[in-house]
């Protein structure tokens, strides 16, 4: 059996009706996951999704309910759903956005912009680490994946209150691997970079300047699928990742290695442009 292998595991995704959450959700069935439940607030969504992914990978593998992730009962009756009578082995908390308003200077974030963005990204995914937890301490572990954001790893002009809010998850997640451990429960995240989903399609398309410039500050120099963010959390949740905990991984195609100083000018003189050019020639482009 693969080391990758999920088989005969059950797992939560929280916002798993679009984008990465779905994305995860099939990575997890394609890696065996015996039952993979997605929730989130729009139903339809959500039963549009399990009846695609069901279509693939059988009825019998799939499931869907309505949760928000603010209301801790809300994701405790998720998690029930989930365990399916047995017990939950994989959490994924990826419920969040940007609420309310949207992004504003600094200046112009107000007590409701901090508070709804807190609610929803922090008390969200305390609500679904917590209430995984306690199910999985009742069993043999487990582990808990939360999705953060590459905003988490520098400041975004415009949005202090998300990247604030996704390095808390951060932190959250190393204090909660500090203290689940000895219950055999794992908790790391995910830094997805520039990810091309259903709510992010308009803003990252070719000819749009905020894509542009997260395209040409990526080393690799393109846009992420969701299910590259589901092969990170696989390894996190396998056996491969057995032994990993409390950690942050950067899935951001090299997003969050920032260039500290362009010394391009000084090397043309010393080395000439030729050199230069023909390192630099596909970031020069």
């Not at 994924?92 to 990204?121: H, I, Q, R, S």
């Not at 069993?139 to 209150?161: D, K, L, R």
């Not at 803003?203 to 997260?214: C, F, I, K, N, W």
Request: proline share 4%; hydrophobic share 45%; with cysteine.
């Amino acid at each position: 059996m693969s080391r990758f292998s999920l088989d005969g595991q059950r797992a939560l995704i929280t916002g798993g009706g679009t984008g990465i959450g779905a994305g995860i959700a099939r990575c997890l069935l394609e890696q065996g996951a015996a039952l993979v439940t997605i929730v989130g607030r729009r139903l339809g969504v959500l039963e549009e999704t399990a009846h695609a992914l069901a279509a693939d990978f059988g009825d019998s593998r799939v499931r869907c309910a309505q949760c928000d992730i603010t209301s801790a009962s809300s994701v405790d009756r998720a998690v029930e759903l989930a365990r399916d009578g047995a017990g939950l082995d994989i959490a994924v908390a990826n419920a969040g956005g940007v609420p309310g308003k949207g992004p504003a200077p600094f200046l112009y974030l107000d007590e409701d912009d901090w508070l709804e963005m807190c609610k929803l990204t922090l008390v969200g995914t305390a609500n679904t680490i917590r209430a995984a937890a306690w199910d999985m301490r009742s069993g043999s572990g487990g582990s808990i994946i939360a999705i953060s954001s590459s905003a988490a790893a520098g400041p975004e002009t415009c949005n202090a209150h998300y990247s604030a809010a996704k390095a808390g998850v951060d932190m959250m997640v190393r204090n909660a691997a500090h203290e689940l451990g000895h219950f055999g429960i794992r908790v790391n995240s995910v830094q997805p970079g520039v990810t091309v989903t259903e709510s992010s399609r308009a803003m990252y398309t070719a000819g749009q300047p905020v894509y542009e410039d997260l395209l040409a500050r990526t080393p690799l120099g393109r846009s992420a699928w969701p299910e590259e963010m589901g092969d990170a959390v696989v390894y996190l949740a396998s056996r491969a990742g057995a032994f990993v905990t409390g950690q942050v991984f950067a899935v951001d195609g090299g997003l969050s290695v920032p260039a500290m100083a362009d010394l391009q000018q000084m090397a043309r003189r010393s080395r000439g442009d030729a050199v230069v050019d023909d390192a630099l020639k596909p970031r020069l482009a």
